[in-house]
């Protein structure tokens, strides 16, 4: 197991600006058994939207976010699902009135990180760095390349698709 001491230390210094945050990938992290295999981007995203609840192998998905102010994940948002967090509002507020809140959030990359490693089947998303020398159990799954908004193919569709 990382210490907690030093992600805490590694997220205080990746936190210098918000160039410094735009410059590195952002990667999903979870909790999973091997027999999970591979993941995609599709379905982080709906796993993060709450469209699915299970992983592959049946066991259960616990997404996690950081708050709706964090430029990561603004990021993670816009390169996931095609829209900001602002721009999910909506989205949200339909499924509360549905009975379904979002994901919990928790406030940094090391909560992130604790969450995940706690929580068998937890998910959630740091920059890259911050996946160097991942607890026993957690796997990075996927990352998003650094802001690239030169190749439109790249973004996923909208989340609001009735």
């Not at 210490?3 to 590694?10: H, I, K, R, T, Y």
């Not at 952002?26 to 295999?37: K, Q, R, T």
């Not at 499924?95 to 994901?103: E, I, N, S």
Request: charged letters at 20%.
């Amino acid at each position: 197991m990382v210490p907690l001491v030093l992600l805490a230390v590694l997220a205080a210094a990746l936190g210098g600006g918000a160039s410094a945050q735009e410059d590195v990938p952002i990667c999903v992290v979870a909790n999973l058994p091997a027999s999970v295999g591979e993941v995609d981007l599709d379905l982080v995203r709906r796993l993060f939207l709450l469209r699915q609840r299970f992983w592959p192998d049946g066991s259960a998905a616990h997404p996690v976010n950081l708050p709706a102010s964090s430029g990561i994940r603004e990021r993670f948002s816009q390169a996931t699902f095609g829209e900001s967090v602002k721009e999910l509002v909506p989205y949200w507020n339909e499924r509360y009135f549905h009975g379904t809140r979002p994901p919990p959030t928790v406030a940094s990359e090391a909560a992130v990180l604790l969450f995940v490693e706690r929580t068998p089947g937890g998910v959630g998303y740091v920059r890259e760095p911050l996946t160097r020398g991942l607890p026993d159990g957690v796997r990075e799954l996927l990352c998003v390349p650094a802001e690239d908004q030169s190749d439109p193919s790249s973004v996923p569709p909208s989340v609001n698709t009735g």
